[in-house]
Each structure stands twice: as structure tokens, then as C-alpha cells.
């Protein structure tokens, strides 16, 4: 039932063009302000961050933001993907979650 109701979360996300993927989303040192510009690039606000694994550097930079999240892919649970707006996810992460999700 839990893995039913991602997978129908996700579907509705992709239908409703709220689900991004990226390559990549690393940041050099733990500054807000690079993730508030890549964040800016992307056109995302109120936003759930997932990624593979931890990300000290993302994780510091978003936790002063008040609507931005980051979570790594074993922690997504249905009702964090339909808090946010939007929900970005690096590949790494989808490849993870489609294994969880078999």
C-alpha cells in the first residue's frame, strides 16, 4: 500500500509538471545564498530536495530556508512529497527510489 501510494504521488507530480530531475545538485561550501541562486535558475520556491545520500553541504545550506527541504531517497515518505510545490530530485535518487519501489 505505501509503495502503491509513492508511486501514484510521483505519477501525479510528473502529470502535473512538478517533479524535476537534475544530474547533479552539489554545492561547494554550505551557503544558503548558492542554494537560493540555484534554486532562483530553476524557478523553485517552496521545494523538497531528494537525494541519494546525505549531503552535508545541501543539508546546511537549506536547513535556515523556510520552504525548502532536503531528504535522502530512504526517508521519502508520501506525505513529504506532497508538502512542497515542487519536488527535486537528483538521477542518482530515482534510480535508488525505483529499486525501493521494485
Same mark, same amino acid.
Given at each position: 500500500?505505501? =509503495? #502503491? @501510494? &509513492?508511486r ?6 510528473? =502529470?502535473?509538471? =512538478? ?6 545538485? #552539489? ?6 545564498? #548558492?542554494? &537560493?541562486?540555484?534554486?532562483? +535558475?530553476l ?18 545550506? +537549506? *536547513? ?9 531517497? @530512504?526517508? &521519502? ?5 506532497? *508538502? ?7 538521477a ?5 527510489l525505483?529499486? =525501493?519501489?521494485?
Amino acid at each position: 500500500m505505501y =509503495r #502503491g @501510494a &509513492v508511486r501514484s504521488i510521483l505519477s501525479e507530480l510528473v =502529470r502535473q509538471e =512538478r517533479l524535476l530531475i537534475v544530474d547533479k545538485l #552539489g554545492l561547494d561550501a554550505p551557503k544558503t545564498k #548558492g542554494l &537560493v541562486d540555484k534554486l532562483k +535558475a530553476l524557478n523553485l520556491n517552496d521545494v523538497l530536495i531528494v537525494t541519494e545520500k546525505s549531503d552535508d553541504n545541501l543539508y546546511l545550506s +537549506a *536547513r535556515n530556508l523556510p520552504h525548502v527541504e532536503v531528504m535522502e531517497v @530512504a526517508n &521519502v515518505d508520501p506525505v513529504s512529497l506532497v *508538502r512542497y510545490e515542487n519536488v527535486l530530485m537528483t538521477a542518482d535518487a530515482v534510480k535508488k527510489l525505483e529499486e =525501493r519501489l521494485g
